[in-house]
């Protein structure tokens, strides 16, 4: 299994962070026994003070490099990542993605019928990439700014609709599609540290629910909590290691 992430601030994250790919690194580690690897063409944590991708002051500096692999940027959405997508995937060999896009694009780029459009055009370059790629696709999880603004809010919710009849339209036997679960428990207060970015609780919680689709629907590993997520040694198999061969410049 090649994993990649893909996402917005929300998945990179910033200096000091964990990150929630963190949680899921550990979480496989704990409870997968078959080999896996994080791919990806990027590795570093936002830099708030220099506003660009260029910290590695992860929370834990004991978090490897090779597991640090993502295709994950500050202010990027679906409207990005599609262009990206198919030669990532091609580059990296990835098999498996975990997706976490669309806050940003209804945000400041697109509107709820638009960002579905763009999540169908990132399937059909990722596919035209690995035809038997699989994925897992988080729902949009309403941040404050759509708590206080009603019109915002509603195009979460519709983006939401939109999401689930693309996972249901697109998913086959051979290319599998998962809707994730919005997380159980996700109050902005405690999953977050600014009403948008994920806390160290928010971090396992999305962690969480990607775990338990994938446990759920493809036998990955166990439902997130069930093992001692903190432990970094692996149950088996290669863990987040290097790629086979020389690895592309970031």
């Known amino acids: 299994m090649r994993i990649m992430f893909v996402g917005d601030s929300m998945t990179i994250g910033s200096t000091g962070d964990f990150t929630w790919r963190y949680r899921m690194w550990q979480h496989l580690n704990a409870t997968f026994g078959g080999p896996y690897r994080i791919v990806g063409p990027r590795h570093a944590l ?59 694009d209804l945000g400041f780029y697109t509107n709820a019928e638009q960002t579905a ?3 169908r055009e990132f399937m059909a370059q990722a596919r035209a990439a690995a035809p038997h790629l699989r994925a897992v696709l988080m729902p ?46 996700w109050e902005i207060d405690r999953a977050t540290y600014d009403g948008t970015h994920p806390s160290e609780c928010g971090e396992r ?28 040694e692996p149950v088996g198999g290669l863990v987040g290691g290097p790629v086979d061969g020389p690895v592309p410049s970031p």
């Open 140 to 185: 949009v999880i309403p941040n404050v700014r759509a708590a206080t603004d009603t019109a915002f809010g509603a195009q979460c919710e519709r983006f939401n609709e939109l999401l689930a009849k693309a996972v249901a339209d697109l998913s086959t036997p051979g290319s599998p599609l998962l809707l994730a679960s919005v997380p159980g428990g």
């Open 205 to 232: 919680l999305l962690a969480g629910a990607f775990a338990d689709a994938m446990h759920q629907a493809w036998g990955v590993g166990a439902p997130y909590g069930s093992a001692d997520e903190a432990v970094g």
């Open 46 to 104: 936002h830099d708030p003070v220099e506003g660009a991708p260029t910290s590695y002051d992860y929370g834990d500096p004991g978090f490897p490099d090779e597991a640090r692999r993502h295709l994950a940027g500050w202010g990027e959405g679906w409207l990005h990542m599609a262009p990206l997508i198919g030669d990532a995937v091609r580059r990296y060999d990835a098999d498996t993605l975990l997706v976490s896009l669309g806050l940003i």
């Open 117 to 119: 459009e763009n999540v």
